[in-house]
């Protein structure tokens, strides 16, 4: 047998093999793609419940004897005395002449327990924002329902918090199409709370906003400055060789480690006060500033020569000539760099969990200075409470906190393709 | 509130100083024309104006509390002053307590106490305001004065400009300094109560110490070796997904596909390094962990609820484009006359990736493949969320294991006391974190930048 018929012969099996070897390509790339696809559909489909939440109708008597109040209607009704109706006793009064059925205890209080703990103080809003609404009609008003209920009317799923004889309130609600459901508002406008039907994630949405803002002002003009130096102005030596090593291997450290050091200074050292947006800020820009610096560079280096030679042959100052000329030109990179930053801000968790940013609270924030929890740690938190409507929560979360994302990355390449065409 | 107020005073006064001194100069009618143009001088004076008296507000700031202190300690009567140390305290935590929520405290000691804090309080307020004014007026004065226009305005801007510059660029080594810093004077600490031997061969991790030295098992015991071994296990899992499927994007992508699929596929895979770590480790905790006990159990396997495995899978999933992204960068750095010469002598395509390109981008392959070991080690979230708190000391991917980040977590998160060796532990812990990482990082940076001088 001669070279060419050797190589004939094996020539079918290595075309299988290069196809095969192919298909491995193929196969790696597509699980990648597979992956991400039925990522972001479980996530979808657990989301889904958190956007809809299940209500009652209830009618609630308005005179003045079952208010509780003083039937002599020549007696002006002040502040205090509608502070001090008893609006529990007259939701559950509502609940029972509903369902007059309901005599013994026992369903009494699985009764009340179709209702959310928020009823009682939508009605004492309602009834303080209009004291008119006392003496009049009685008034029809959609409350929201419990949690375990919204789970059971809105998946058809039924737990064992679920008793027989509440299925049938529900059924006897339905047939009189007293229960529904609507679009669940209050997970946009509310702060955290431990009932699932009451909580919200604006407080989680300040929180961030606020921990950005700081981290903003900390890491991006800081990270332009440090850029700018290292382009323009530095010698060549040691230091700058140290400063250069020193910013490649911070963007390579855990963040977790960003969190021990923001633990040990900011907050032991400094004794700035745990949970606060500031301290977070202050870390999360520890943790992006190598990301600008190195983006920023790459922005600064890309402004042509001839640029800067006009300018400095116009008789402009090496500073003048960096602030008036290159700048300007390079700061869309600039930007795009900024805007990654801090979207990888945006998701980071660990680090804030070392500061404290764990706090269960309720009260949305209004500066810097208030203690708040941000969105991926609020997820972090959800993920971990043991109600199952908490689950749907952190999905709906983690698809607005996707959202936020997306809408920054986008961003950034928008503004990296404008950027581009205008060279 | 007073601090605001000051600070917005400066503020104007230092806007009023710019104001006046561009009028000033761009009025400037001398022997010769200025030397710097109007904005540079009246940038100067802002800056005299404005440093000095903020630099002031900040070290008053940071010496009121004490200087307060004292205030009210010297006020003490002695019948209180001859008390211990700790009633002292405690009256003294009453007065912050009575002037932070503005009510009245019945006993007429503190009261006393809090009418000489404020006393003190009102004082030091005005010294403070005082000094600020003349600080700023001085600054005004002195830009305003003839002795501004023999300097040169915009060499003395530019100057601190500069010095700004650099400062800013000093961040990172003083956040270097710092994290060494911080975490290494913690360990030191820790290391004093538990020696350095127990604690990276010890094979016992159970960090809780109690509150009375005569409960059972107050000592607490702290060998890492479960710790370093979960993690090495959950990282090792991560390295299996990622350094196949990585690699194999990488090849296929780079050699293989289109120019118009790789811009549309590159892009989309990067986004799984985008996604945050915290949804990571939701998927893997109610999705990936649940899917696998269930497949372990229908084939008769036990499997812990919090097994390694599904941590490990979804970690490895998200470091793919760690590997796939550098991978693609080196591969395609390879010469092309390097795949000539292999084609050309009659090779197919896979066996010129297998026998001339790999070999020749192995030392960048090897060096991204680190770079993704180092971030499965660093990598805190999944396995917070996924992987368990029970250091085992086991290899089984089924059952549960802790990682190092996990005790970090969880020994720091909550309200502790700072001194106590279990919190100490989590910055030992958190230093060998960070020499692991730095070292893989060295390596693998050294490593890529050989490679790259080898083709350039």
Not at chain 1, 41 to 63: Q, R
Not at chain 1, 169 to 185: D, G, M, P
């Amino acid at each position: 047998m001669n070279n060419t018929e050797t190589v004939k012969a094996g020539l079918k099996k290595r075309y299988a093999r290069e196809k095969r070897f192919q298909f491995y390509g193929k196969a790696a790339v597509m699980s990648g793609f597979v992956f991400l696809i039925f990522l972001l559909f479980d996530i979808t489909t657990k989301a889904i419940p958190a956007f809809s939440i299940t209500e009652i109708l209830l009618e609630v008597p308005m005179d003045r004897s079952s208010l509780g109040l003083s039937t002599d209607t020549s007696v002006s009704i002040d502040d205090e005395a509608i502070a001090a109706i008893d609006y529990a006793g007259l939701v559950k009064k509502s609940l029972r002449s509903q369902f007059p059925e309901a005599t013994k205890r026992k369903d009494k209080k699985l009764l009340y327990r179709l209702m959310s703990g928020s009823a009682e103080y939508e009605l004492r809003q309602l009834i303080i924002d209009d004291p008119g609404l006392i003496d009049g009609e009685p008034l029809s008003i959609w409350f929201k329902a419990d949690d375990d209920v919204d789970t059971f009317y809105k998946l058809k799923r039924n737990t064992s918090r679920i008793k027989a004889q509440q299925v049938e309130f529900i059924a006897s609600l339905k047939t009189e199409s007293r229960i529904r459901t609507a679009l669940n508002w209050d997970f946009f406008t509310n702060g955290d709370s431990r009932e699932p039907e009451q909580a919200g994630i604006k407080g989680a949405l300040l929180g961030s906003f606020w921990t950005l803002l700081v981290t903003l002002m900390v890491s991006l003009p800081v990270g332009i400055a440090a850029a700018i130096y290292l382009e323009e102005f530095a010698p060549q030596n040691r230091l700058t060789d140290f400063i250069e090593i020193n910013i490649n291997n911070l963007a390579a450290v855990p963040s977790i480690v960003f969190g021990l050091l923001g633990l040990a200074v900011f907050i032991n050292f400094f004794g700035m006060p745990r949970s606060v947006p500031l301290v977070g800020g202050l870390v999360l820009s520890l943790i992006t500033l190598p990301t600008i610096i190195i983006s920023s560079r790459a922005a600064i280096k890309s402004v042509p020569p001839s640029l800067r030679e006009a300018a400095l042959g116009l008789g402009a100052s090496h500073m003048q000539m960096v602030f008036h000329h290159v700048l300007p030109q390079a700061m869309p990179g600039v930007l795009t760099g900024a805007i990654i930053g801090m979207a990888q801000a945006l998701g980071e968790t660990a680090p804030l969990l070392m500061i404290g940013m764990v706090a269960f609270i309720v009260d949305v924030p209004d500066g810097v200075l208030d203690s708040a929890t941000v969105l991926p740690v609020q997820i972090f938190l959800w993920a971990d409470s043991p109600e199952s409507a908490f689950t749907a929560l952190t999905a709906a979360t983690i698809l607005v906190l996707l959202a936020f994302l997306t809408v920054m990355n986008a961003l950034a390449i928008l503004l990296r393709n404008y950027f581009e065409r205008q060279r | 509130m007073q601090v605001t107020s000051l600070f917005l005073m400066i503020v104007g006064l230092g806007l009023l100083a710019f104001f006046l001194s561009f009028q000033r100069s761009a009025r400037y009618n001398g022997p010769t024309r200025l030397r710097s143009l109007p904005h540079h001088y009246a940038s100067l004076t802002a800056v005299w104006t404005v440093f000095p008296a903020l630099l002031l507000m900040i070290v008053w700031s940071i010496i009121e509390p004490s200087y307060l202190q004292q205030k009210i300690e010297a006020s003490l009567t002695t019948e209180i002053a001859d008390q211990s140390s700790d009633a002292i305290g405690l009256y003294l935590n009453r007065v912050h307590l009575a002037i932070a929520s503005g009510t009245v405290d019945a006993d007429p000691v503190v009261q006393s106490l809090v009418v000489a804090y404020e006393k003190a309080a009102l004082q030091s307020r005005y010294l403070n305001t005082a000094m600020v004014l003349v600080l700023c007026l001085g600054g005004i004065t002195l830009g305003l004065s003839k002795i501004l226009f023999k300097v040169h305005a915009r060499v003395g801007i530019e100057r601190l400009l500069k010095a700004f510059l650099i400062l800013c660029s000093g961040v990172a080594i003083v956040t270097t300094i710092g994290i060494v810093l911080s975490v290494l004077f913690e360990s030191i600490r820790f290391f004093n109560a538990v020696s350095v031997f127990d604690f990276m061969f010890g094979t016992s991790w159970s960090p809780q110490t109690s509150i009375r030295s005569d409960q059972v098992g107050s000592s607490g015991s702290f060998g890492a070796v479960p710790l370093f071994l979960g993690t090495l296990l959950i990282s090792l899992i991560a390295m299996v997904i990622a350094v196949p499927v990585g690699l194999m994007t990488a090849i296929y992508l780079s050699e293989y596909a289109t120019g118009k699929f790789r811009t549309i596929a590159k892009p989309t895979l990067e986004v799984l390094a985008g996604i945050p770590t915290v949804v990571y480790g939701f998927f893997a905790a109610l999705t990936i962990a649940p899917f696998i006990r269930n497949v372990g159990e229908s084939i008769g396997l036990s499997v812990a609820s919090e097994s390694a495995l599904a941590a490990g899978i979804v970690m490895g999933v998200m470091i793919i484009p760690f590997v796939s992204s550098l991978s693609d960068d080196v591969i395609r750095a390879v010469p092309q006359s390097m795949r000539d010469g292999s084609l050309a002598l009659g090779a197919t395509r896979s066996e010129t990736i297998k026998k001339v390109i790999i070999p020749a981008a192995l030392p960048g392959i090897v060096g991204s493949v680190l770079l993704a070991a180092s971030r499965a080690i660093g990598e805190t979230m999944i396995v917070v969320m996924a992987a368990g708190l029970a250091a085992n000391l086991t290899v089984n991917p089924l059952e549960a294991v802790t990682t190092v980040t996990v005790q970090i977590v969880t020994l720091l998160t909550g309200d502790q006391e700072f001194d106590s060796p279990k919190t100490l532990a989590a910055f030992a812990l958190g230093l060998m974190l960070f020499v692991t990482t730095l070292l893989l990082n060295v390596i693998a940076l050294h490593v890529v930048r050989r490679y790259r001088e080898q083709y350039e």
